[in-house]
């Protein structure tokens, strides 16, 4: 219970009490140090007790020690401690427990959340973007890359186009990895679908590879075309699933096939 109001002064020279903000404020921190809710994370607590006996003789996580008991009902709910507060007692030291009981935890690193500013800058940027092509409420929104296979006398480039609705795929092998060959992919594509070509591709994400330099040339034929944030490939999840697995074949000159969109895809088409 806090006591409000300042405390008599203590002097042999019989002076009446009198308000002193400073011996207020010295009474009222030392009231309000006391004035929290008790911590359940205690070296008596029979579930910090098991947890730790499990964590250095079966090298368990203390989520798994937290989950293991609230699954089987090892202890009463109101003893078992939640992840995240005994993460912080063992960072605080209130409980035995070292970093070092834990080798994961000494491998994860907070990460602040930073947008990269563009050191290239080729056109529109990904802010700039409607939020209808991020919805995926409607068709004709890609998303484009470029793939290197593995180098064998000679290095395989191919282009990858990925439509955000329809999940329909686009590869094309193309000579290099440059502006002048990713253009040269597009007018095959232009001719391929002809007048619809503007139609069914609205908008273009790119990153800021030096090959995509000049896909800003396409605006001129009224597609908008907008560049990601250097390092943040979460803006194109189609095509970072796309490219983690084209990677993973590992494509050489003999495995790469051009495939035209008219002969693959009728929903585009139609």
Known sequence: ???????????????????????????????????????????????????????????????????????????????????????????????????????????????????????????????????????????????????????????SVVLTIVEKVTDFYIAMKIPGKDPLSVMRAMEVLREEYGEKFSSLFKTITADNGTEFSELNNLEKREILVYFTHPCSSWERLKMKGITAFSDALHLREDLLIDILPSRSSNMLTA
Request: proline content about 3%; charged content about 30%; overall charge positive.
């Open 1 to 155: 219970m806090i006591r409000r109001g300042t405390g008599e002064r203590n002097g042999a020279r019989g002076r009446f009490p009198e308000y002193s903000a400073r011996r207020g404020q010295n009474r009222y921190e030392a009231n309000r140090s006391c004035c929290h809710k008790h911590t359940r994370v205690t070296a008596d607590n029979p579930f910090v007790v098991w947890a730790l006996s499990m964590i250095r003789s079966e090298h368990w996580s203390i989520d798994a020690c937290v989950g293991y008991a609230q699954t089987h009902d090892l202890f009463p709910g109101e003893d078992i401690i939640c992840t995240k507060t005994f993460y912080n007692a063992m960072w605080n030291g209130t409980i035995s427990l070292t970093p070092f009981d834990l080798p994961e935890a000494l491998k994860r690193r907070s990460k602040k959340a930073r947008i990269h500013k563009n050191k290239r800058i080729f056109g529109r940027s990904i802010d700039e973007r409607a939020e209808v092509a991020a919805s995926r409420e409607e068709i004709g929104h890609w998303e484009i890359d470029t793939v290197v296979g593995k180098k064998f006398g000679s290095e």
